[in-house]
């Protein structure tokens, strides 16, 4: 399970209140910051609204600096 910097809080897609940070990351434009490395890799993500869903995808032709375990390192 991957987990997010919000500014200055962390987050994974397990906590309870997931849907509303993304929204309001959403609203906000904020850019989520992947975990999946070293916090010195810094690999934003952002946030897109598909079918009524706020979904975090990973900024183009950065997958292969994700980890290998990401859910961003392979494309959707």
């Given amino acids: 399970m991957t987990a997010y910097r919000f500014t200055d809080h ?3 897609t397990e906590h309870p209140r ?3 940070l993304l929204r ?3 609203s906000a434009r904020l850019r989520p910051v992947c975990q999946c490395r070293p ?4 690999l934003p993500t ?4 598909i079918r009524g869903q ?3 995808r ?3 032709n950065t997958g ?3 980890a290998p375990q990401c859910e961003h390192y392979e494309p959707p």
Avoid: E, F, G, Q
Wanted: proline residues 4%; without cysteine; neutral net charge.
């Fill in 10 to 12: 962390v987050y994974t």
């Fill in 18 to 20: 997931w849907a509303d």
């Fill in 24 to 26: 309001k990351a959403h």
């Fill in 39 to 42: 916090a010195a890799d810094n």
């Fill in 46 to 49: 952002y946030i897109s609204l």
């Fill in 54 to 56: 706020y979904v975090l």
């Fill in 58 to 60: 990973r900024m183009p």
């Fill in 64 to 66: 292969s600096l994700h």
